[in-house]
């Protein structure tokens, strides 16, 4: 009788507890997000339920809405709170959040600035904490099922798609300091994004991020001109279409968190397996001004942030280049097969020169069946040919851009 007596005297105060913290819960998390955006963002949620015995709260059908973005999430479950920490040094350390489900859509207008609507960042949040708190820790943020959608207006054409997508992140600290995260694992079962600037989609099967491992996979990626090769000149007034696509490629020794502050692109190998590269130029618009085209190392040095890649292999290559007058019938056709190029020092820092070397086979012309092999090599901003190029016609190759 006892033991039931004191276990219905905790259960009692239990719900007691519940009843009221519940509420102000609620009300402080809903006050925190509107004061970490600016009045920007509201919270609204179905149920909040705090969980003593675990020591942390779980909410059902969230939403995060503004003017352009509606964020929902099916469930979000918090565990592991410190409390006497809480208490004691009034830092609140969470041992994990799981996301369930979450939703981005996001609606740009042709007025809409880089700074309208922005959700909370770590600074606007520490700011919104910083009277109660001194500083939020978080173990581990887990993300299951998630989807991103970013589209102009009402449209129904996207301009960006992440579809199904997990991620787990690792000590998240909002505090004075700001920091990044010291881990971040990230798969996305595909992607798409639309070219505002040029009519042309890039689109990628899984992407797999681990910073830890200093790893990023990409599998299946494709750049897309929206248009085939018979209409997109006259459709676009466009001279070049290009096309682009690869099985796959994978950096290794990348160092995610110098990209993610913005200090540079760094590491130290990049295998690209199947990459496919097919240029047509169409000559049946009016012609414009000669463009002389940069070749790789220079093109480095418009990049406007470091980059310092130690090692590139490319195998099993293709280039297709296709040209075309207004009094052809048909296009002339240029082919490299079985590509295969290392490239070493690709690097826009100091003076340290890249150097590169390039196999394949030349297919169109008169070549014969088997193609003609070609090897190039490149250094110190000069390159030079070994091979027999394949009698073709591609009148004025050397005056249009």
Same mark, same amino acid.
């Given at each position: 009788?006892a033991t039931?007596?004191?276990?219905?005297?905790l259960?009692l105060?239990g719900i007691?507890?519940?009843?009221?913290?519940?509420?102000?819960?609620?009300s402080?998390?809903? =006050?925190m997000v509107?004061?970490?955006s600016?009045g920007?963002?509201?919270?609204?949620?179905?149920?909040l339920r705090?969980?003593?015995?675990?020591?942390g709260?779980?909410?059902?059908?969230?939403?995060?809405?503004?003017d352009?973005?509606r964020?929902?999430?099916k469930?979000?479950?918090?565990?592991r709170i410190?409390? $006497?920490?809480?208490?004691?040094?009034?830092?609140?350390d969470?041992?994990?959040i799981?996301f369930d489900t979450?939703?981005?859509?996001?609606?740009?207008?042709?007025?809409?600035?880089e700074?309208?609507?922005?959700?909370? =960042?770590?600074?606007?949040l520490?700011?919104?904490?910083?009277?109660?708190?001194?500083s939020?820790?978080?173990?581990?943020i887990?993300?299951?099922?998630?989807?991103?959608?970013?589209?102009? %207006?009402?449209?129904?054409?996207?301009?960006a798609?992440?579809?199904?997508?997990?991620?787990?992140?690792?000590?998240?600290?909002?505090?004075s300091t700001?920091?990044l995260?010291?881990?971040?694992d990230?798969t996305?079962?595909?992607a798409e994004? =639309?070219?505002d600037s040029?009519?042309?989609?890039?689109?990628?099967?899984h992407?797999?991020v681990?910073?830890?491992?200093?790893?990023?996979?990409?599998?299946?990626?494709?750049?897309?001109?929206?248009?085939?090769?018979?209409?997109f000149a006259?459709?676009?007034?466009?001279?070049?279409?290009v096309?682009?696509a690869?099985?796959?490629?994978?950096?290794?020794?990348?160092?995610?968190?110098?990209?993610i502050?913005?200090e540079?692109?760094?590491?130290?190998s990049?295998?690209?397996i199947s990459?496919s590269?097919e240029?047509?130029h169409?000559?049946?618009?009016?012609?414009?001004?000669f463009?002389?085209?940069?070749?790789?190392?220079l093109?480095?040095?418009?990049?406007?942030?470091?980059?310092? $890649?130690?090692h590139?292999d490319?195998?099993?290559?293709?280039?297709?280049?296709?040209?075309?007058?207004?009094?052809d019938?048909?296009?002339a056709?240029?082919?490299?097969d079985?590509l295969?190029a290392?490239?070493?020092?690709?690097?826009n820092?100091?003076?340290?020169?890249?150097?590169?070397?390039?196999?394949?086979r030349v297919?169109g012309?008169?070549?014969?069946?088997?193609?003609?092999?070609?090897?190039?090599?490149?250094s110190?901003?000069?390159?030079?040919?070994d091979?027999?190029?394949?009698?073709?016609?591609?009148r004025?190759?050397?005056? %249009?851009?």
């Amino acid at each position: 009788m006892a033991t039931v007596a004191i276990l219905s005297l905790l259960g009692l105060t239990g719900i007691v507890l519940r009843s009221k913290l519940e509420p102000l819960v609620r009300s402080s998390l809903i =006050t925190m997000v509107s004061e970490s955006s600016d009045g920007a963002f509201e919270l609204r949620l179905s149920r909040l339920r705090i969980h003593l015995l675990r020591g942390g709260f779980s909410m059902d059908d969230v939403s995060l809405i503004s003017d352009s973005t509606r964020i929902e999430v099916k469930r979000i479950d918090v565990r592991r709170i410190q409390v $006497i920490r809480f208490l004691r040094k009034r830092v609140l350390d969470i041992g994990l959040i799981r996301f369930d489900t979450p939703t981005v859509d996001h609606r740009m207008s042709a007025e809409e600035s880089e700074t309208d609507s922005l959700p909370p =960042t770590m600074t606007r949040l520490y700011h919104a904490i910083r009277p109660v708190l001194s500083s939020i820790r978080i173990h581990t943020i887990q993300v299951s099922g998630g989807m991103i959608s970013v589209r102009y %207006g009402d449209s129904r054409a996207g301009l960006a798609r992440i579809d199904s997508f997990n991620a787990t992140i690792r000590m998240v600290t909002i505090d004075s300091t700001a920091t990044l995260p010291t881990e971040i694992d990230l798969t996305i079962a595909s992607a798409e994004w =639309t070219l505002d600037s040029a009519p042309n989609r890039i689109r990628s099967g899984h992407i797999d991020v681990s910073t830890s491992a200093q790893r990023l996979r990409v599998n299946g990626l494709k750049w897309v001109p929206l248009g085939d090769y018979e209409t997109f000149a006259m459709s676009y007034r466009r001279h070049n279409r290009v096309a682009f696509a690869l099985n796959s490629l994978e950096l290794s020794g990348w160092k995610a968190d110098a990209f993610i502050r913005g200090e540079g692109f760094f590491a130290s190998s990049m295998s690209i397996i199947s990459p496919s590269l097919e240029v047509a130029h169409d000559k049946r618009l009016p012609p414009k001004p000669f463009r002389v085209r940069k070749l790789i190392h220079l093109m480095l040095n418009d990049i406007p942030m470091p980059v310092d $890649i130690r090692h590139v292999d490319i195998s099993d290559g293709l280039i297709v280049y296709r040209h075309r007058h207004a009094d052809d019938r048909i296009p002339a056709v240029l082919r490299f097969d079985g590509l295969v190029a290392s490239l070493d020092h690709v690097t826009n820092i100091g003076s340290e020169a890249m150097t590169m070397h390039t196999e394949t086979r030349v297919m169109g012309g008169r070549t014969p069946d088997g193609g003609c092999p070609v090897r190039t090599e490149f250094s110190h901003g000069s390159a030079s040919c070994d091979g027999e190029l394949p009698s073709i016609q591609l009148r004025g190759i050397q005056s %249009g851009s």
